[in-house]
């Protein structure tokens, strides 16, 4: 008679359980049915074994398959890759609080302390703190236009520099580091820094071409969560000893900076000299009342963005603009025609000559078109689920907004593989880098666009005006232009660009 109530007990969990299963079932049926398309992969690995070295275009073959949103999976990761500029206003502007989020590779969080610096840490008050200090604190217009010194100095050095190399071949890639890194460090640690700077050049240089590869290298551990302690490529001691070597330059100067900040105050002395960035970062360090608690390792972090990621994709640019200009001479002709006409011959490049430079503004943007320099932004992960182009996107899927893909879509362009940079001269379109117009975002869009974008746009029109206007550039004797990419977050040319310069510029002693 006992067992009754125990029966009843059993039948009624038993009830429960198969109704909690069925509606678990369904409702992770309905998630995976409502998924979008995409390439089936291989048990427990998905697609991981098929990735090829060169992911964007990859993806963007994958694209003419499967449709413009599409899924595949990399271990236990779903990744979604979203192709035409419609799908792209969904995430950027109609959802864009949700996909501000970012989806940091291991080797990402290593050599970012964990994700503290701007680009990779999550969407939040840390984030906004983090890019309302930089771009008000070192970007703002005051701030930009009292640096110019610096950029006219290391542009006209740069110049002096190519002067000595008339008639020899000449590494673009190599000009464009050393003014874009001189300028970087000066605005951050001053200009006496640059000197000390340019000891460690080519050791520097070698990090920053190291840092996106390393980062755009797919990790299993990414993947295989249970794996990563193995760190089986050995990618997270990489990304460890790169930042070790970052330190190694980085640390001095900031150590300096500290003893004089202190020297400064048992001297009692109140300068109104300009501070340089490290400068404001190490004071409101000391200012407990700011609302932002910074520390060395936060601030440290922040440099690595600015000074690693920033001077990568801006050479990047540079070096493609002048692949281009090389690889289609009338092209190159007509921009020297410009400065010739805006800047004369008898000068030399200011700023503010730049915004009369319309024809070379729409080569970089063309150049940018073909060549963004991050094809597939920073990877999103949204915060929560979602619905674009009427698929689920669950909760914390790796998404790819493919910029690449979009910037050739033929539907959004004619011609779409040729390099025409007229179609940026009408103005009626808003074809510029704000990122309102979802067919073209070299810069990404949204909230987190590239928070370097004022200084990345004076740079490269500053350094190719200049460049341009002081000499004529050729491929050395029977060489072609070599348009191949290598891989990385950040996609470079598979072989650095080498050319001859000759003057144009009658009086080259303007520069001394
Ligand atoms: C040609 C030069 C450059 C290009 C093409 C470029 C492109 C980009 C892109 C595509 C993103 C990701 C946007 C997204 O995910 O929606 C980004 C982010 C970022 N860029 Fe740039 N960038 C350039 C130069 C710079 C420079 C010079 C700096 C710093 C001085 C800089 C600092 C940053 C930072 C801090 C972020 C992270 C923004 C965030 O997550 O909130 N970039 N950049």
Redesign the pocket.
């Known amino acids: 008679m006992a067992s009754a109530p125990l029966n009843d007990l059993w039948i009624a969990a038993l009830t429960v359980s198969i109704v909690f299963l069925t509606i678990l079932w369904y409702k992770l049926n309905k998630v995976e049915s409502n998924l979008p398309p995409g390439p089936r992969g291989l048990p427990i690995v998905g697609f991981l074994p098929f990735l090829r070295a060169n992911l964007h275009h990859q993806l963007t073959e994958l694209s003419q398959q499967y449709g413009p949103i599409y899924k595949f999976w990399l271990g236990g990761k779903l990744c979604v890759v979203l192709n035409s500029p419609s799908l792209a206003k969904e995430v950027?502007r109609d959802q864009d609080s949700i996909f501000?989020n970012?989806d940091p590779p291991i080797a990402g969080l290593v050599a970012t302390y964990g994700g503290l610096?701007?680009?990779?840490?999550p969407y939040g008050s840390y984030?906004r703190d983090m890019?309302k200090l930089?771009v008000r604190e070192?970007?703002s217009n005051r701030n930009l236009e009292s640096c110019y010194s610096l950029r006219r100095q290391e542009v006209r050095k740069t110049i002096k520099n190519v002067h000595t190399k008339i008639g020899s071949l000449t590494d673009i890639g190599e000009l464009a580091f050393v003014t874009?890194m001189n300028v970087?460090m000066s605005m951050i640690f001053g200009s006496n820094f640059v000197e000390e700077m340019e000891k460690h050049g080519t050791e520097f240089r070698e990090l920053v071409i190291k840092y996106p590869q390393i980062l755009g290298r797919p990790n299993i551990s990414d993947f295989f969560p249970m794996l990563a302690r193995f760190d089986l490529q050995g990618i997270q001691k990489d990304a460890e000893a790169l930042l070790k070597s970052v330190e190694s330059i980085l640390d001095p100067a900031i150590n300096e900076h500290l003893k004089m900040l202190s020297d400064r105050r048992e001297g009692e002395i109140q300068g109104n000299e300009k501070k340089d960035f490290i400068q404001i970062l190490l004071e409101l360090m000391e200012q407990k009342d700011i609302g932002i608690s910074l520390d060395l390792v936060k601030i440290k972090a922040?440099l690595v963005?600015?000074v690693i990621?920033?001077?990568d994709?801006?050479i990047?640019?540079?070096e493609w603009v002048m692949t281009e200009l090389l690889n289609n001479p009338e092209t190159m002709s007509k921009v020297q025609q410009e400065l010739k006409h805006v800047v004369g011959m008898n000068n030399i490049v200011e700023e503010s000559h730049l915004p009369e430079l319309h024809y070379l503004d729409a080569v970089i943007k063309e150049t940018?078109r073909l060549h963004?320099?991050?094809p597939l932004?920073?990877?999103?992960r949204p915060s929560q689920s979602a619905i674009v182009g009427g698929y689920t996107i669950p909760e914390g899927t790796k998404v790819f907004?493919n910029?690449y893909a979009i910037h050739r879509d033929p539907h959004a362009w004619e011609s779409p593989l040729e390099f025409q940079p007229e179609r940026f001269l009408n103005r009626s379109t808003n074809l510029d880098y704000a990122?309102n117009n979802m067919k073209y975002?070299?810069?990404?869009?949204?909230?987190?666009?590239?928070?370097?974008?004022p200084?990345?746009?004076k740079?490269?029109m500053f350094m190719l005006a200049s460049l341009l206007h002081s000499f004529d550039w050729k491929l050395p004797e029977g060489e072609n232009v070599d348009l191949s990419e290598g891989f990385g977050l950040v996609i470079k040319k598979s072989k650095r660009l080498f050319a001859i310069p000759t003057p144009k510029l009658p009086n080259l002693d303007l520069y001394q």
């Open positions: 950027v501000a970012r610096d701007i680009g990779f840490s984030w890019r930089f070192m970007l874009e970087i922040i963005d600015i990621g920033g001077t994709s801006t990047t640019t540079i940018l963004p320099a991050l932004l920073i990877p999103k907004l910029v990122g975002l070299p810069f990404g869009s949204g909230r987190r666009i590239c928070a370097g974008l200084l990345a746009e740079m490269i």
